[in-house]
């Protein structure tokens, strides 16, 4: 079976064209071999949109990739809403820890234009090609599920912060995902001013509910995760604000540290 992948990437024209090809042909050159460590889901979300009557979804996938060649080919293998399947293209994002690569792959179906797209559940199965030879977490054989307005899931990770902006008013907002592992649990923002010489704590407080964009996501969710916010009071002065996140539950203390590299925000000029 021959399957086309779709060609949106930011790398160089020949890179692109080598992937196009390599999609093109891996019915029948690849190895088909099962994923161990060579590539893992870390987030997927979707999440459906509306206003003045337009209708889209955003979806995307976040993965670990091991760095086993410079040459390889990120794909999330995808069933489209007729049943047939997709390889999307992945873009790099940037190093991980112990030999990792962050990839992701983004995106928008809407309900306008020339080739309007459907809104859809999603099933998929993240791969990479190297040398000739296909790799996948294919999720123990049951493929991932995602329904089309869940937001988040998690894979791989108990925490994982879901992003960070300065308000008006100077504060740091931080939401974090979290697996829902029991009731009782704490989450906290450990931050710093002066490359850790001093440090602060922010907890974060539980979210029952959130807008991402022009949709609506429950918390928690139905894959079992929960949003949290945390607001960081940051002077005006001073260094680069870095933190990380600590969640506690079931006597077990979880960390995201954006892998080992922490998180970083310039302070906003005064």
């Not at 049951?142 to 791989?156: E, T, V």
């Not at 704490?186 to 964009?213: F, H, I, K, M, R």
Request: no cysteine; charged share 15%; glycine share 8%.
């Amino acid at each position: 079976m021959t399957h086309s992948p779709r060609t949106h990437s930011p790398a160089p024209r020949w890179r692109a064209l080598l992937a196009l090809l390599a999609g093109l042909t891996l019915g029948f050159t690849s190895l088909p071999a099962r994923a161990a460590d060579e590539v893992r889901l870390l987030k997927a979300h979707s999440s459906v949109g509306s206003r003045y009557g337009q209708v889209w979804q955003d979806v995307s996938y976040t993965l670990l990739v091991k760095n086993m060649a410079y040459e390889k080919f990120v794909y999330v293998y995808q069933k489209e809403p007729d049943g047939t399947w997709v390889n999307l293209p992945g873009s790099y994002v940037g190093p991980a820890s112990n030999g990792y690569e962050v990839w992701q792959v983004t995106r928008q179906y809407t309900s306008w234009g020339t080739t309007p797209e459907a809104t859809r559940d999603l099933e998929f199965v993240p791969r990479i090609v190297v040398g000739g030879t296909s790799y996948w977490d294919n999720n123990w054989g049951a493929n991932y599920h995602l329904g089309r307005n869940d937001g988040p899931l998690l894979k791989n990770t108990n925490v994982l912060v879901a992003g960070s902006y300065w308000r008006d008013t100077g504060h740091l907002d931080v939401s974090v995902d979290v697996q829902n592992l029991a009731y009782s649990k704490s989450v906290t923002v450990v931050y710093t001013l002066d490359n850790w010489a001093t440090q602060a704590e922010a907890p974060a407080q539980y979210v029952p509910s959130y807008t991402y964009g022009y949709s609506y996501i429950q918390s928690p969710n139905a894959k079992g995760v929960e949003r949290w916010s945390a607001h960081i009071p940051v002077p005006t002065t001073g260094g680069p604000l870095r933190f990380y996140v600590r969640y506690q539950v079931n006597g077990q203390t979880y960390w995201d540290s954006n892998f080992g590299q922490d998180y970083v925000h310039a302070t906003p000029a005064p």
